[in-house]
């Protein structure tokens, strides 16, 4: 009894949060893979025009076959709807500047180009800054 209670309770709450019919509730439940079911909840939590569970299946297909969400690199998760056309594609590559890695890539894997790397002067938080890293060096040579 206590396992039928808890399976009612939770197609209540399904019904409930994502505004479903019984039966596509059933279906969402018994779905096989759990990380799909995470992923179709949230289609249907999301997306105002999912609103069936065979509507968020079909989406969540559409969105596997899709060749641009193909995974390019198992080290940093870039798809091929990612690639990088200025460089060899991948957010593995940290000295490239290009437009997409800028977009895609990490906050810690930012580079400025611009900016010093150490006090980070003429960067874009602070362009107008001038960089006094080395004057030390300068002055000990000079002396």
């Known amino acids: ?78 798809t091929v709807g990612m690639i990088c056309p200025e460089c060899s594609g991948c957010g593995c590559v940290y000295g490239c500047t290009g437009w997409r890695h800028d977009e895609w890539a990490h906050e810690e894997d930012r580079i400025d180009p611009v900016g010093c790397p150490d006090c980070g002067a003429g960067c874009g938080e602070n362009p107008y800054a001038e960089c006094c890293c080395w004057d030390d060096d300068e002055e000990d040579e000079a002396a």
């Not at 994502?18 to 909840?41: F, M, N, Q, S, T």
């Open 1 to 78: 009894m206590p396992k039928d209670h808890a399976r009612k309770k939770a197609l209540a709450n399904l019904k409930t949060n994502l505004g479903i019919k019984h039966a596509c509730a059933v279906a969402l439940l018994d779905h096989p893979d759990p990380a799909e079911r995470d992923l179709l909840e949230e289609y249907l939590e999301t997306y105002t025009d999912v609103t069936t569970y065979r509507e968020a299946v079909d989406y969540l297909r559409q969105q596997q076959n899709d060749p641009r969400n193909q995974l390019l690199c198992e080290r940093c998760g870039w």
